[in-house]
């Protein structure tokens, strides 16, 4: 075991700490190698004077505002009395909405004769009819499983034979 500890491998993969030795013996010129800008011609380059980036000058005044606008005073607000007087002649005003439709349906029907008063009737009887068809097939559903039920029941009923 002491046979490896003493072997070093062919080449290693990290970096000799001479290496960042060598760094400090180079010459100035070489250790300072930065990047430097010009930046005048960056600025000529990119940015040339007759160049129209839609930037607009607004040569227009300022909106004036009125100051006292604001410093209103508040002393224009509803009078409760007012506000209370305002309500009661609304209440007395008849109501902007339609009538209910019951009374005006009784008023038709004094206009009709006894023949339209007799076809009005079998209409709403017939639409009445229409509208219970979905309960009434809901019903005969219901008796229909019954009847299987009552069916299966039977099925598994077994008849005792008998001898002659």
């Given at each position: 075991m002491s046979e490896n500890l003493q072997k070093r491998p062919a080449k290693g993969i990290l970096k000799n700490s001479s290496s960042?030795?060598?760094?400090?013996?180079?010459p100035a010129a070489k250790r300072n190698k930065e990047t430097k800008w010009d930046e005048m011609n960056i600025i000529a380059t990119y940015h040339p004077p007759g160049k129209d980036y839609g930037h607009m000058?607004?040569?227009?005044?300022?909106?004036?505002?009125?100051?006292?606008?604001?410093?209103v005073d508040h002393s224009?607000?509803?009078?409760?009395?007012?506000?209370?007087?305002?309500?009661?002649?609304?209440?007395?005003?008849?109501p902007k909405i339609l009538e209910d439709e019951s009374d005006s349906s009784d008023e038709e029907e004094?206009?009709?004769?006894?023949?339209?008063?007799?076809?009005?009737?079998?209409?709403?009887?017939?639409?009445?009819?229409?509208?219970?068809?979905?309960h009434a097939l809901q019903l005969a559903k219901k008796l229909l499983e019954e009847e299987e039920e009552d069916d299966d029941d039977d099925d598994n009923y077994i008849v005792p034979?008998?001898?002659v």
């Open positions: 960042f030795d060598k760094q400090e013996n180079q000058k607004i040569d227009e005044p300022k909106t004036p505002y009125n100051y006292e606008v604001d410093m224009s607000e509803l009078n409760p009395e007012e506000l209370a007087e305002r309500i009661k002649i609304a209440a007395e005003k008849p004094e206009h009709l004769t006894e023949e339209e008063k007799q076809k009005r009737k079998e209409f709403e009887m017939k639409r009445k009819k229409h509208y219970n068809e979905f034979r008998t001898t």
